[in-house]
């Protein structure tokens, strides 16, 4: 038998580090009207994406993303063996739909905004066991159809309430290889269901951060590291609510999460001025910034180990009917660039 | 580099071999009056199982499925390291929130009915690569809550056209260890997304045909083997009309699926007296007849090597509703018993 490269409880080591040689990012036009506008490779004009239903749109930005992060790492469709995909829509439509027309051999994934980060764990561990050469790990969601499906119908015009978050427009997609002077994957951390009882659909973040603080204590427990061995910790897309809560429950556990976290619902919008309360929420919310604004900055030198920790928050319709809470979930990668190896 | 494991296009070696030390099928009292009733592990007689819901009680069919293979494993919750399950609801509500009870760290799932062998091929990745040391792969389905989700109210008692098929209430879960004498999982090959353009939702055997030939074909062809090297060749949820459609096609390619490839949404009900038309269906279809017929058959010794292909319609009301059509997909599992080891 080898020997495991489960570290602790929930960690796993990937050795082989597999490199993500390329991303792409497409948004909407709220989001490009947003602070992290200048590291979107594509910003929309319009949401609908020349469809006729916002379903349909959200499936032609998950193609884009796949099928442009695929040119710019120089590489074909049929060079990448898989596809890891997933998103909020009823049976992950806009994934299936945007994988019968890419024809990649196809594993559909549900972790609901924890998806980029599951792909991730999925694509790292398939790609550490010899079984490809190149997959794609990626997700999209959609303001439109995610609020008609989750909430009200658009023109009923509901009210927000502040602790409510915005869903994005936008797909992300990471190209993995096996080789080459790119950041690279090193750990992933595969969370647990959390739920404490949350049952307003319009409080997320306080839904999903219970989980969030579950998977990045796992991860500093199983690791040995501290939030001081990252230059950058993003969770997915807490908004400001739960990134607080994150932040203070983690410090009770004696974990200092003040100087060197993110959450990137909070920064992919202007939330005063674009009104969108808490933050951004969504498949796509932490995929893009990941794939735009994060991995940027890694190419660039300016952060060297990152913790990207995408939440997501485990309802459906059905549930929230029936009385059910929220349950929560977070995967957590460590990606790093020029550190020189793993110290840990 | 370590030496890729991919075969051909889209099959991957598993050479650890990953064992399946145990099984167990929970199944509705319809299920149970059909004619593999003998093989079930539990037999429900209120499809509701205590619950005040249809998805309340898919849930606990999932749960029960996990918790009673842990215990015929005779190990602990916590000894498993990962559960992969999806199921059709939306938003896999069945198992998350049985994931939340169990509280072991969780991968969501999605690919419809293909869902068991999409769960058993992460979970060999998985295990192949020495991430964990026992990994469970389940899946659940509900008839009512499927209908009345995927459908009509059930109140409304629409007709059901000879195509249609019956949504197997069911749970099957598998779980994997390193070592022991106990079925293996040798190949598994993952599957394209194929759509034919069928958009009768009472017609997914039609539907679902052209991704199991796909699938089987591939595999086929990847690992040289032909039909003859199998025991038995067992798609998921076709129904009497997709197996009759997957013969002919595959026929047309020169394999002869005649004499030892049965269907396991054929073989669940008695079509005829149970009036379930072209047969059973549902993620839970072919999870509860490989974790009871297949796997107690070939601890027996009847089979000796089986191909699982379990088969999704990767259908949404909305996609539906929409014009889309629907599509397909299936992935394969290569299980061996007292074969002596692999001979390809």
Redesign the interface.
Known sequence: ??????IG??T?KIE?KPRIISTFSVVGPKEGDGPLKDYFDLILDDDLNGED?Y??AESTLLYTSVTESIKKAKLKPQDI??LFA?D??????SS??A??DL??????????CSTMT?SL??AS??M??????NVIAATSSHFSAAER?FRYPLEFGNQRPPTAQWTVTGSGSMVLA??GNYPYITYVT??????YGIKDANNMGAAMAPAAVSTIYRHFKDTGRTPQDYDLIATGDLGKIGREITQKLLKEYGYDMYSNYIDCGEEIFDNERQKTDSGGSGCGCSAVVASGYIYKNMRKGKFKRVLLVSTGA??????SL?G?SI?G?AHAVSIEYGTGGDKA
Chains 1, 2 share one sequence.
């Not at 038998?1 to 489960?6: A, E, H, N, V």
């Not at 024809?103 to 609901?112: N, Q, R, S, T, W």
């Open positions: 038998m080898d020997k495991l490269k489960l409880k929930q796993l082989s239903s379903e349909k063996n898989f997933g909020l829509l009823n049976q992950i439509i299936t739909f994988a019968r024809e990649i051999p196809f594993i559909g994934l549900y972790g609901a599951e764990c999925m561990i398939t550490d066991g010899g079984f490809a050469r499906q096996r080789e595969i969370g647990k269901v959390k739920d485990l309802l459906s319709t059905t549930s029936q059910e349950p979930i």
